[in-house]
């Protein structure tokens, strides 16, 4: 009879052993600990939860080289664009310029604004009109920035904040007399960065006061 008794002691011991690791799947310290019922907790030594921080982390690093994908696709290096003719765009103060990434619309800032403003002149309807329709044309549903430039005359800051303003009202007009969707519409205000002529006479400054209509092809 005592011989019967003591092995199952032994099972019922066994058993209660394994049912209290099984109510506790996270305090494993090591993924050759884990049973059929604990293995969703390890993969090669990480929590549920360090998988998700990894997860998370790769999606971030992805949608950052994403991003930093259109910001090179946008960068301007004036050696290499060249100038286009456009059968759509017959105003002489539209410039159009390329190269094989992005087509580039300028206006000069006289057309625009008046000198300090930020509010575009009923006379620049006409060069915005053909530009949007010229995109819409050639480049509907692409990217689009609007690049706003100040001479290096006066406050740095100041010209900054003004290239700014002056870049966020073409958008608007581009996404609503130009109805482009908004979602395809950016700006990047760059203040007295690239200039095109020098900002040591009067003439020079004026050319570098523009705003600049940027598509990806």
């Known amino acids: 009879m005592k011989k019967i008794f003591l092995p199952a002691l ?3 011991a066994l058993l209660a052993s394994s049912c ?6 996270s305090e494993k310290d090591q993924p050759s600990e884990a049973t059929a019922d604990t293995a969703v907790v390890y993969r090669d030594g990480q929590t549920v939860e360090g998988l998700a921080k990894e997860g998370a982390a790769a999606a971030g690093n992805a949608a950052d080289k994403a991003g ?4 090179d696709a ?9 100038d286009a003719k456009l ?3 017959d105003l002489a103060e ?6 094989d990434r992005l087509n580039l619309y300028g206006i000069d800032e006289n057309i625009l604004f008046d000198t300090d403003k930020a509010v575009i002149k009923p006379s620049a309807t006409r060069a915005l009109s053909q530009i949007s329709s010229s995109i819409g044309r050639r480049y509907q549903g692409k990217q689009v920035r609007v690049l706003g430039f100040a001479d290096s005359h006066g406050d740095k800051d100041y010209n900054l904040q003004l290239s700014k303003e002056r870049a966020a009202a073409v958008m608007k007009w581009l996404t609503t007399d130009g109805m482009m969707k908004a979602a395809n519409v950016s700006i990047e205000p760059m203040g007295e960065k690239a200039p095109v002529a020098t900002n040591a006479t009067a003439a020079g400054r004026q050319q570098n006061r523009r705003v600049e209509i ?4």
């Open 74 to 82: 946008f960068t301007v290096n004036d050696a290499d664009m060249r």
């Open 214 to 217: 940027a598509v990806l092809k």
């Open 20 to 25: 209290s690791d099984l109510k506790n799947p």
């Open 68 to 71: 930093n994908a259109v910001e």
């Open 10 to 12: 032994a099972a019922v």
């Open 94 to 99: 539209v410039k159009v310029r390329e190269n």
């Open 87 to 89: 059968e759509e765009i």
